[in-house]
């Protein structure tokens, strides 16, 4: 005679661990940017007219445009937590996929403004560039710098939520166990805030 | 374990902070437009951060965290404004 043992394998999953390893990791993301911030602040104490003239080379619609996309991108974020909760994984995969092509549309208007100033010669170390007043060269400088890093991070972001794709298709990702979404969305999250902040320094600073 | 315990935000209440964000975004821009640069200058130090500020509380969901991961986000940001102030005082007195 035989006796069937079964065996339930004890798993241990310490989601508050998890999100405070990735509000560490966010620290280290604010401090890069406030680093950054804190250089705009100083030049632009420095060379406060040079600023606010270099501001009327960039086209302050695109960059609302791009903050409404960023914020909508937010948006479907936010809710596709709710619809994991909620049990509703068909939604909630539509949402993340919404917000992946909303941070492809925002990286589209991005190659679109940069394209324009490339072939006007404004880029760093660019002929028209240096030919504009040395205040002026940084603020368009700082410009490609910190937009450029935060693109990166869209370009990141998007990788990220494109796993959580697959990860939600494999049921992965579910509503018993969705910490690792809760936490690709805190990363995204973040890559808007910043934004919020770049829109003010960089295109309403004429 | 499940992670059921966990407070569920509203579809309603995302949509509304999304609205908010908006409107916000369409003030600021309007102020910096319209406004003489003084008291734009003054609606980009307010709202700005008002709108970061919704960001981390509702759709990053700081409302519903513990009381130690609110400190350690509110200990981070605080160091980085510290710095700012530092910057400040430093370029005005110089």
Redesign the interface.
């Known amino acids: 005679m035989s006796s069937t043992v079964t065996h339930e394998a004890a ?1 241990h ?1 310490d ?2 661990g998890a ?2 390893g990735m ?2 990791f966010l ?1 280290t993301e ?2 890069l940017f ?1 680093g950054l ?2 250089l705009y ?2 030049y632009r ?2 060379y406060p007219h040079e600023f606010h003239a270099a501001g009327q080379e960039l086209n ?1 619609i695109i960059g ?1 445009i791009n ?2 996309v960023l ?2 991108s ?2 479907s ?3 596709s ?2 619809a994991v ?2 049990g509703r994984q068909r939604l909630a995969t539509w949402l993340v996929g919404l917000t992946v092509i909303l941070g492809a549309l925002f990286l589209v208007n991005k190659y679109v403004e940069w394209s324009a100033k490339i072939h006007h010669g404004l880029y760093p170390n660019g002929p028209e560039l240096l030919k504009l007043p040395p205040g002026e060269g940084l603020f368009l400088g700082l410009y490609f710098t910190m937009t450029g890093l935060h693109g990166l991070h869209v370009v990141a972001g998007m990788i990220v939520l494109s796993i959580m794709l697959v990860l939600l298709a494999k049921q992965r990702v579910h ?5 690792k979404l ?1 936490n690709a ?2 990363y995204w ?2 890559v ?2 910043i934004w ?2 770049l ?2 320094l960089f295109y ?1 600073a004429a | ?4 315990h ?1 407070h ?4 309603a209440t ?2 509304t ?2 609205g908010v ?2 409107t916000l ?1 369409m003030l ?2 309007f102020a ?2 319209l406004f003489h640069e003084a008291l ?1 200058v003054w609606a ?1 130090l307010f709202i ?1 951060p008002l ?2 500020g919704l ?2 509380y ?4 700081l409302k519903f ?2 009381p ?2 609110k400190g ?2 509110f200990t ?2 605080a160091t ?1 404004v510290v ?2 102030g530092m ?2 005082l430093d ?1 005005s007195f110089r």
Do not use: N
Not at chain 1, 175 to 179: A, E, K, S, T
Not at chain 2, 58 to 61: G, L, P, R, V
């Open positions: 798993v999953r989601y508050g999100k405070i509000w560490l620290f604010i401090v406030g911030f804190i602040s100083a104490t420095k302050y609302v903050t409404v914020l909508t937010s948006l974020m936010a809710l937590i709710t909760q909620k509503q018993d166990d969705y910490v809760e969305g805190l999250h973040l808007d805030v919020i902040f829109l003010p309403l | 374990m499940s992670q059921e966990e569920v935000v509203s579809y995302f949509v902070v999304w964000l908006l975004t600021l821009t910096s437009k734009s980009m700005t709108k970061a960001v981390f509702y759709f990053m969901h965290e513990a130690l991961l350690m986000v981070a940001l980085l710095f700012i910057l400040f370029v």
